[in-house]
């Protein structure tokens, strides 16, 4: 192995705090990523990582390495890139929220593949709060507001948000002509499981934004629950336009008080901000934006 991939190895398992990590990111054996790490620190004369039986962790030499290992590697693969000849290839870890990666990702990942073929892309869906760098995942797409990062964060689209209801539910109790018509309605609640509490509905009026909270006899944590919530009559709710057009085209769903929708949602791809930046996540990156631009 040589030195530039003994750096590679090392970056990894202090990312990860785990030689068994970094051996099954890195699609080694483990023995292997512990020998590079053990040549590295007799090449250097000093101890780069702090080892126990449950953690691994860098010394101050080792964090101070691990620092120029990643403007090292960061320099070598841009020179790499800017020559034609660099291929995008190996393995690349995304978190997708489930909805956004059936909607917009997978309808077109047969061209990523056919554009790239040596990157092997693993794909996990959740909408909780992930350490990229601890948990090995390249990048995160995500909904929503972000909470503070050090994470770089683009924005790749801003999502149309409605409030809608079921025909059966608006028959019962009326459809609401502005916001002080709500009293005697109800919501189905949401959860977020990212907040911990329960979502009010929203609503811009005059440039301003004013959050109502209904009553709720059914409350859900799973976005794909509420919209189905709400074709079964239990409140209103608010969601993306994107996964009700069918709905609305068929009449399962309508759409109300849309003169003071909710504000849009940004879609966001956030990576870490210390870690050096792969040509197969960069070409990722750009495949992802291109999905958005044409969505």
Request: aromatic letters at 8%.
């Amino acid at each position: 192995m040589d030195r530039f991939d003994a750096m590679r190895v090392f970056t990894r398992v202090v990312e990860r705090r785990s030689f068994t990590l970094a051996a099954d990111d890195l699609g080694l054996p483990r023995s292997t990523v512990t020998d590079a790490v053990k040549q590295l620190e007799a090449r250097l004369g000093v101890r780069l990582l702090q080892r126990t039986t449950r953690h691994v962790s860098p010394t101050l030499d080792g964090e101070a390495y691990h620092q120029r290992c990643l403007s090292l590697i960061a320099d070598l693969e841009d020179a790499e890139s800017a020559f034609g000849g660099a291929i995008p290839k190996g393995p690349l870890r995304c978190e997708v929220h489930g909805r956004l990666a059936r909607y917009f990702l997978l309808p077109r990942l047969a061209e990523f593949f056919a554009q790239y073929p040596e990157i092997d892309l693993y794909m996990s869906e959740g909408d909780r709060l992930v350490d990229p760098v601890r948990e090995g995942i390249d990048c995160v797409l995500r909904a929503g507001e972000l909470r503070d990062s050090d994470m770089i964060a683009r924005c790749v689209a801003m999502l149309e948000e409605i409030t809608c209801a079921s025909p059966a539910y608006l028959d019962r109790f009326g459809t609401p002509k502005n916001i002080d018509a709500l009293d005697g309605h109800r919501m189905v609640g949401f959860h977020s499981s990212a907040t911990g509490t329960l979502l009010p509905l929203e609503f811009s009026v005059d440039g301003a934004i004013r959050n109502v909270t209904l009553p709720a006899t059914f409350t859900v944590n799973s976005a794909d629950t509420l919209v189905e919530a709400a074709r079964q009559g239990f409140g209103l709710v608010q969601a993306p336009r994107y996964p009700l057009a069918d709905d609305i085209r068929r009449g399962t769903l309508a759409v109300v008080l849309p003169d003071v929708a909710p504000s849009p949602t940004p879609v966001s791809l956030l990576y870490p901000r210390h870690r050096q930046l792969s040509l197969r996540l960069r070409v990722f990156i750009d495949w992802v934006v291109r999905v958005f631009a044409a969505a």
